[in-house]
């Protein structure tokens, strides 16, 4: 069994069939567990309880990135091999990915209520992770933009890449921006030395998260090819009744 | 060489003639420019204090809005076909048409900006800083919006699609530029910093806009 085998949308279809159950059920076990623990978390001696939404939101700013890695590996995929399951796996993640940079984003929001007064503060990770939310909607917009998915594929490739490329530039000189205009930066996140009693729920979650997007990613690339199997079938039936 | 040459001089030549509208981007410039103040009100010092800013995101708009013209009308007549099909690279073609866009429809912006600065209270040094920084960073901006053209040619989609693709790159280029123009005005910064870093990301962008034009014109063709 190969990546190559894979590219058989059939073959992708049972095998994800088999293995869908598992992941959603690995997915929750970790995620409840993770949840219980982060409940059993006790409070910090500065943040107080609100220090616990670190644990929704240090995964969701994880994967919000690690999916615009998924979907540049998937970029190369349909560029370089052509592989036919890289272009619906690349649209499949668009979405959730934006969903995770979204979340991380009101989650943050809502954290920085208490910790810092304000619901929004230009500081430079939060302004990075909203223009990638703004790559991400840019990203959706061109693959709607588009009927030909194959075409639409191969554009939406190149701006992934590129948009690769340039998010640790983009990173970069949001972070120079702020330090220029707000030297007195708002304050971090509890720093390296993170606490056994909150490394291990955080470790769970992010595990859990990451299964979670594994597994959604699956079910919406077999939805996707479903869908396009609907759309050539009824493209089949539109030509059969015109002739 | 010749056929790089010819290529720039063709676009040049049809740019700036009837029909070519790379003159329409200095006055969108300046009509931005002339708006900022009914927004913000007369108030000059307030007028100095933001000019390189109102500057530097008139200049990003106008260029934004030529850079439509980069690709459509060659695919229009099929020229774009033709030089896809030539022996030259695409690559390198796609930098002499960008290079070319960035002559006809970028300088004359630069060329622009003192004129500009007078309206939006600036003194002669600022208007300079300001000018310098536009002269290094306009080409970073055609050549990444460079990649957005490509993309929207091949996919028949211009206008909004095109401006939400090619901005969010662009952040970049915008936070150095006015940082180097504030920094030579006020700033307890040096000039030098923001500077060669907006020199660099032009560098970058003229490696990296080509090869991505390139890869989805070669890919988005038919």
Same mark, same amino acid.
């Given at each position: 069994m190969t990546l190559i085998d894979l590219a058989n949308p059939s073959k992708f279809l049972t095998l994800t069939a088999r293995v869908l159950p598992w992941l959603a059920g690995a997915t929750a076990i970790l995620l409840l567990i993770g949840l219980y623990q982060a409940a059993m978390a006790p409070d910090d001696y500065?943040?107080?309880?609100?220090?616990?939404i670190m644990f929704v939101h240090v995964p969701n700013a994880w994967l919000a990135m690690f999916v615009w890695g998924v979907m540049s590996m998937a970029a190369l995929g349909t560029l370089v091999?052509?592989?036919?399951l890289a272009d619906v796996a690349a649209k499949a993640a668009a979405p959730i990915g934006a969903a995770f940079t979204f979340l991380a984003l009101v989650t943050g929001s809502l954290w920085g209520?208490?910790?810092? /007064?304000?619901?929004?503060?230009?500081?430079a990770r939060l302004t990075s992770v909203l223009i990638l939310f703004l790559m991400y909607l840019g990203l959706m917009a061109l693959w709607r933009a588009v009927e030909d998915p194959s075409r639409a594929a191969r554009a939406a490739a190149v701006l992934t890449l590129v948009g690769a490329l340039n998010l640790p530039i983009i990173k970069f000189s949001v972070d120079w921006w702020n330090t220029l205009h707000q030297p007195a930066s708002v304050l971090r996140m509890g /720093?390296?030395?993170?606490?056994k009693a909150f490394l291990i729920p955080l470790l769970v979650m992010a595990v859990g998260f990451s299964l979670l997007f594994v597994t959604l990613h699956i079910a919406a690339m077999r939805n996707e090819i479903l869908r396009r199997r609907v759309r050539s079938l009824q493209m089949m039936q539109a030509s059969q009744q015109a002739a | 060489m010749t056929a790089l040459a010819a290529l720039i001089r063709r676009d040049i030549k049809i740019a700036l003639r009837?029909?070519?509208?790379?003159?329409i981007g200095v006055l969108f410039f300046l009509t931005v420019t002339v708006l900022m103040p009914f927004a913000i009100g007369p108030d000059l010092p307030l007028l100095a204090r933001l000019g390189p800013a109102i500057l530097w995101l008139g200049a990003l708009l106008a260029s934004l809005l030529t850079l439509d013209r980069l690709f459509t009308a060659d695919h229009e007549d099929g020229s774009l076909d033709l030089i896809a099909m030539g022996q030259t690279p695409l690559e390198l073609a796609c930098a002499a048409k960008a290079l070319a866009h960035w002559l006809a429809a970028g300088v004359p912006l630069i060329v622009a900006t003192p004129a500009l600065g007078l309206l939006l209270n600036l003194d002669a040094s600022a208007t300079s800083a300001v000018a310098l920084t536009l002269l290094v960073g306009t080409p970073a901006l055609t050549f990444t919006g460079m990649i957005g053209a490509a993309l929207a040619v091949t996919l028949h989609r211009g206008g909004l699609l095109l401006a939400v693709l090619v901005l969010p790159l662009s952040i970049p280029v915008l936070i150095f530029g006015v940082a180097a123009s504030q920094a030579a005005i006020?700033?307890?910064?040096?000039?030098?910093t923001p500077f060669s870093i907006l020199c660099a990301l032009s560098l970058v962008s003229l490696v990296v806009g080509p090869f991505a034009a390139a890869a989805s014109l070669r890919h988005g063709l038919d």
């Open positions: 500065q943040q107080g309880a609100t220090v616990k091999w052509r592989h036919p209520r208490p910790m810092w /007064g304000t619901y929004w503060e230009w500081d /720093g390296p030395s993170l606490d | 009837v029909g070519g509208g790379a003159l006020s700033g307890p910064l040096s000039f030098g």
